[in-house]
């Protein structure tokens, strides 16, 4: 930098600045530095949507109808319930507890509490005039101490080092040492991305002289960082999709219109349904709608919802019904053969709130116990009056209610919520409950706004699960009703469903930082568009939801208790932290999109750890990371520095494994055994790759207790096993009967788990084979999934989860024998 003369104006200007600067400094960094050295900033992270849409009660439970600002006193409104149904309070929050994790937890030391440590870093003082040698000997004094630091800073400390690297970096700019504040910047991908100074760091790439800019070219890092910047910078941002300044339309809508109306009005988001709902409000009418009608359907949505609110139940009422119970429907009072009162339907049951007197409670039935519904009439005098009669399981007596005018809308309703339980118990997914519920929620609106003889009509339209047991009768085969436990819907709350890429499953842990409630398994899946899910493993419920970048997630691995690693289709590795569910950590070392990640221990490099439960300690773990192109890095899980790294010669690397002291990987047209330095020592191939046209390895699993090698290639239905004691000898060949494709497989215990694509009843369905590994024979097959089977994970050998594509884009959790 040159210097220039005390009368220049810029040069004073210059010294301004960096008193400026240093009085901020001071102010800031001679304090107690508790902030530095413990403040996560985390990024903004993607909201969960499923939160905004389902997890806000729009109507009170029995338990909220329960607490004092609830008195008996309130009158009950006529209509109740008319917004969507909440699946936290259809499935119940206080079912016997299971332990946090399938293993037992040391609780005692969760009790301990974490002594923070207090850093301070003190800056050097000005005692000299402000002139140009001065300040430029000032800064690199400054720059000697933080390096210091730098140096002397354990990598754990990896919070207060990003900080000394940010610092650093600004001492960097103002020497105009830029190519060096670029590095420091860099350096905070591997220590906190969450403060990096994005539009400072676009800002001076963007004014870096043709000089700098050449050298910069010529190290990969900041090569790398520039092109990052840069794209960023070219991206579109997306439009948050949550309702803001929502306005009634105007104008006429066609189809496309009114399912962006409705999904910013905040009444649903799932576009399948919008569809039926704009069918049901097009009756009878060009396919298109007018503002008026949707102006009614809107207000009678929002009217039925500020309804609900005022909704109270007597406590001998509130006593009969599960405590996350919500009345959702409201008839007229009718007379029954129960007495007169009013038809109430929650999402469990129906019942009859009697009136005359104090208001009772009679049982009608629950939706699981419904053998038959009809819409008959019955004749009074000389009327015919409508009545609606259900027959219920193990009860001779059948209920019968004169609903009149209301007859049809409650027949067509009863129906829906019934079907929908029903399908909800054979497929072990409780959503399909909400989904019938919303349905049936839209079926009244539509009810209600349209003013024309075909209004049931058009609210049939609306009736998808009823319509779908009359229709395609969906029976579930007896070997997957008894193995399947439960399914969940990471995609829930989104417009439609996402593919389910990647699973994996995280033991509860309680160490001296976590909170209780932070030390319970959980289910980690990864999505389309750079989404994660993150569920608690103990109840099945959505903790978490955040996005990482923009592309498919293609892995995960834990790669220490408070760390786990994601590789995206991006190139990039993102580094998450377990406490604040944040990225502040990027490993952007890869120039492909990363395949595999794994992680061994040094200390012990014969043995697996693809199940282990208990992590080594720092000094011992180190990763391994694969790209497509062939490259792969090993890393020092403590620092996040580079070991070292190869590149393997061939065109595709789809997966790694870790067996023998040796990398086994998966090139597409062989599988190569190599030394951590790359050096290939065994080759592993079948004939069927040299057929036409040839066959590519998709992917293989280790059972080094069998010397057994299993894969299997893209487009084939047939398993390949292998000796690894004499890899010589040609593999055996297993053919998956109905299979089509296989695209993942998992071993848990004696079994090899199987995912993939087969036939069903004549439709090509997602399925799981469990093969006995000392047999190698079909023990069993799963037909749990609509579509392709793309990801497999295992909890704790207990249980084998599994995630299906976009068509459905659900996770089964399955039971191991």
């Known amino acids: 930098m040159k210097t220039r003369a005390p009368g220049d104006q810029p040069f004073y200007r210059k010294v301004l600045e960096t008193y400026m600067f240093h009085s901020f400094l001071k102010a800031r960094l001679n304090r107690k530095m508790d902030a530095f050295a413990h403040l996560e900033l985390s990024t903004e992270r993607e909201e969960d949507r499923l939160g905004s849409m389902l997890d806000s009660p729009r109507r009170p439970t029995m338990e909220k109808m329960g607490s004092k600002r609830f008195r008996p006193e309130y009158m009950i409104s006529k209509r109740m319930g008319m917004s969507l149904p909440n699946l936290q309070d259809i499935k119940p929050k206080d079912y016997p507890a299971r332990n946090s994790s399938l293993r037992r937890i040391n609780t005692k030391l969760a009790a301990r509490l974490v002594s923070k440590s207090v850093s301070t870093f003190k800056i050097p003082e000005i005692h000299f005039p402000l002139v140009g040698q001065c300040v430029l000997s000032y800064y690199i004094d400054f720059i000697s101490h933080l390096s210091r630091a730098i140096n002397i800073l354990p990598p754990e400390n990896s919070a207060l080092l990003a900080r000394y690297f940010y610092l650093r970096g600004l001492i960097g700019l103002m020497q105009g040492k830029l190519l060096n504040a670029l590095s420091d910047f860099q350096n905070l991908y591997k220590t906190d991305v969450g403060i990096f100074p994005a539009d400072l760091v676009r800002k001076v790439v963007e004014t870096l002289p043709p000089s700098d800019r050449s050298q910069a070219e010529q190290k990969p890092e900041l090569k790398r960082l520039i092109s990052q910047v840069l794209d960023k910078q070219r991206e579109i941002v997306k439009v948050d999709d949550h309702v803001k300044n929502f306005e009634l339309p105007k104008t006429h809508m066609q189809l496309d219109d009114f399912v962006k109306r409705i999904q910013e009005s905040g009444i649903v988001k799932d576009i399948d349904t919008i569809h039926r709902l704009f069918d049901a409000l097009t009756v009878g009418h060009q396919k298109q709608i007018d503002p008026e009608t949707f102006k009614d359907f809107y207000n009678y949505w929002k009217e039925t919802e500020s309804e609900a609110q005022d909704v109270n139940l007597p406590p001998t009422v509130i006593a009969r019904l599960d405590k996350n119970e919500c009345v959702y429907k409201l008839s007229a009072s009718v007379k029954t053969n129960k007495g007169v009162g009013k038809i109430a339907m929650t999402q469990k049951r129906l019942f009859l709130l009697t009136e005359g007197g104090q208001p009772g409670y009679e049982e009608i039935a629950t939706f699981r116990d419904i053998e038959e519904v009809k819409s008959t009439t019955v004749a009074f005098l000389l009327l015919r009056i409508p009545t609606l009669k259900i027959k219920v399981m193990s009860r001779k007596e059948v209920f019968e209610a004169n609903l009149k005018s209301e007859c049809d809308l409650w027949h067509l309703m009863v129906k829906e919520m019934w079907a929908g339980k029903k399908m909800a118990d054979d497929h072990k997914d409780p959503q399909y409950i909400q989904q019938a519920l919303t349905n049936v929620l839209l079926m009244d609106a539509v009810v209600g706004a349209l003013q024309s003889s075909k209004i049931i ?19 579930v085969p007896k070997t997957t009703a008894e193995t399947l436990k439960h399914k969940i819907n990471p995609s829930s709350g989104e417009t439609f469903p996402q593919s389910v890429e990647f699973l994996l499953y995280t033991p509860g842990q309680l160490d001296t930082v976590e909170k209780h409630g932070d030390a319970h398994p959980k289910l980690w899946c990864a999505l389309d568009e750079g989404k994660v899910a993150v569920f608690d493993a103990s109840t099945w419920s959505k903790q978490h939801c955040f996005k990482v970048g923009s592309s498919k997630l293609k892995c995960m691995v834990m790669a220490e208790q408070s760390q786990v690693w994601i590789g995206s289709q991006d190139s990039i590795i993102y580094i998450i932290n377990t406490h604040s569910m944040s990225c502040n950590k990027q490993l952007n070392d890869h120039r492909c999109e990363v395949k595999d990640i794994i992680v061994q221990a040094r200390g012990s490099l014969s043995r697996p750890r693809v199940s282990s439960l208990v992590l080594p300690s720092h000094n011992e773990r180190e990763a391994y990371s694969c790209s497509i192109d062939g490259t792969v890095i090993a890393w020092n899980v403590s620092t996040l520095k580079v070991n070292h790294r190869f590149q393997l010669p061939c065109e595709t690397l789809t997966s790694i494994k870790f067996h023998n002291n040796r990398l086994w990987c998966c090139v597409g047209s062989c599988i190569l055994a190599v030394t951590t330095t790359g050096v290939v020592r065994q080759k592993v191939k079948t004939e069927e790759l040299v057929r036409d046209p040839p066959l590519s390895l998709l992917t293989f699993q280790l059972c080094p207790e069998r010397d057994q090698l ?37 071993r848990v215990k004696n079994q090899m788990w199987v995912g993939g694509r087969g036939l069903s009843q004549g439709k090509i369905k997602g399925k799981i084979f469990v093969v006995d590994a000392e047999k190698k024979t079909v023990e069993k097959e799963l037909v749990g999934h609509i579509n392709t089977v793309k990801a497999l994970c295992s909890a704790e050998d207990r249980y084998v989860l599994s995630g299906s594509g976009k068509e459905e884009g659900k996770v089964a959790i399955w039971k191991v024998e």
């Open 457 to 475: 009509y058009a609210a049939s339209k609306l009736s998808y699960f009823d319509k779908m047991r009359n229709e395609v009768p969906m029976m």
């Open 710 to 746: 299993w894969a299997s290639c893209s487009g084939s239905p047939d398993l390949y096993v292998w000796n690894l004691a004499d890899l010589s000898t040609p593999a055996q060949k297993i053919s998956l009967q109905d299979c089509v494709e296989i695209t993942c497989m998992m």
